[in-house]
């Protein structure tokens, strides 16, 4: 069982964007599916970095579920 989570903090939409289509993100969304039966992803714009819990409950609350 392998649990991994991480944040991204983009300036903005199109680079958040640029960010998901390239470089190593890129190449680990690729794999995921060799590596998990599941991942969730949510995005959203606020002034302020998120802390862990905040943003644990928020993917949990209102994140998107890719089932592979």
Do not use: C
């Not at 983009?10 to 964007?17: C, D, F, G, R, T």
Request: net charge positive; glycine share 2%.
């Amino acid at each position: 069982f392998v649990y991994q989570q991480y944040i991204v903090a983009p300036k903005n939409e199109e680079a958040m964007k640029n960010f998901a289509r390239s470089g190593e993100h890129l190449k680990a969304m690729k794999q995921s599916k060799s590596i998990a039966d599941k991942l969730s992803t949510y995005s959203y714009v606020a002034e302020k970095f998120p802390d862990w819990n905040t943003a644990k409950q928020l993917i949990h609350k209102n994140g998107k579920v890719l089932t592979f």
